[in-house]
């Protein structure tokens, strides 16, 4: 239990961004399988294709489905990190998940790839505010001499554009950057 919330960690471990997780994926994918085989959830909310492909197949399994909102589709086959030779199965594994839960959700249009068919499922639901920047001149902008604040939370990496960031903050007159988050 923390802040009043009871929870569960059926698996933890293995780090973020290392060969450790060659093994730890699908580990991590059947112990997930075997999990939502055996309970009995009102709703699964599948994170990510490696949740995504766990909760659809054990769907297929059951006698009475769960529904499943596959929340932060992402497009992996487009990755360029991605070798080649896997973008292929891993966009018809992608595919297959799509068709097979309930909702979708994306943080925006471009997630959603032409080739499917079952558009009706997707929900946008943007990660960031509407930009209102090039609809308001800037001399109307108040600021009453305060500078312009900048929050920037979550993982703060450098292939998450922390450092870019940085680096275009000497450009920008009167810039504060707040931090919140780890590096």
Known sequence: ????????????????????????????????FIYLLFSKPDLIIAIDLECGVPASLANIFRSQCIPIVYAIRDNYALR???????????????NWVVSIVDRIIVPDESR????????????VIYNC???YSSSVPPEMIERN?????????????????????????HYVADLRILMMGYF
């Open 129 to 131: 505010c509407k930009d």
């Open 145 to 169: 001499n305060k500078p312009f604040t900048v929050l920037a939370t979550g993982r703060l990496l450098k292939n998450r554009g922390i450092e870019l960031l940085l680096h275009a903050a």
């Open 1 to 32: 239990q923390e802040n009043g919330v009871l929870y569960r960690m059926i698996f933890r471990g293995w780090g973020y961004g290392n060969i450790w997780l060659l093994a730890a994926l699908p580990l991590y994918c059947f112990r997930l």
């Open 80 to 94: 360029p990190t991605i070798p080649r030779y896997l973008r292929n199965p891993i966009q018809i594994l992608d």
């Open 112 to 123: 959603i790839l032409e080739e499917y068919r079952n558009r009706d499922k997707f929900i």
